[in-house]
């Protein structure tokens, strides 16, 4: 049973930064697919960006390329998303995920909820014009 703990959130200005990080219990960590979604008011929760555990691929929303950046430091058990150049429609309640589902379904799962067993409790973030 995978624990995540998300932190990191908080009120920035347009064009301002902040760094989520996503602390996880398991010491297998370095075997989780991770990924982070977000979930605005009102909306369905949305895939943001997701890592790939077995070469460390990326992957990301076409609407935060070039701005936000995930990792993984598995000495710390932690990932993280970087996110650059913030605009006011990135608010949302952010949520780290884990999985491990097999590498052959990849494609098909690293942007679905759905496939993810394993949520953090969420982080808000506020992006003010």
């Known amino acids: 049973q995978v624990q995540l703990i998300e932190s990191g959130g908080g009120l920035v200005q347009a064009g301002g930064s902040l760094r989520l990080s996503c602390a996880a219990s398991e010491r297998s960590f370095n075997t989780y697919h991770m990924a982070w979604f977000r979930q605005a008011p009102g909306k369905e929760r949305e895939f943001v960006a997701a890592?790939?555990?077995?070469?460390?691929?990326?992957y990301y929303v076409d609407s935060v390329k070039g701005r936000f950046t995930i990792s993984m430091d598995n000495a710390k058990n932690t990932v993280y998303l970087q996110m650059d150049s913030l605009k006011p429609e990135d608010t949302a309640v952010y949520y780290c995920?884990?999985?491990?589902?097999?590498?052959?379904?990849?494609?098909?799962?690293?942007?679905?909820?759905?496939?993810?067993?394993?949520w953090g409790q969420g982080t808000q973030v506020t992006v003010s014009s």
């Open positions: 995920a884990a999985d491990r589902f097999q590498g052959s379904r990849w494609y098909s799962s690293f942007s679905v909820s759905g496939e993810y067993d394993y």
């Open positions: 890592i790939r555990w077995t070469d460390g691929s990326s």
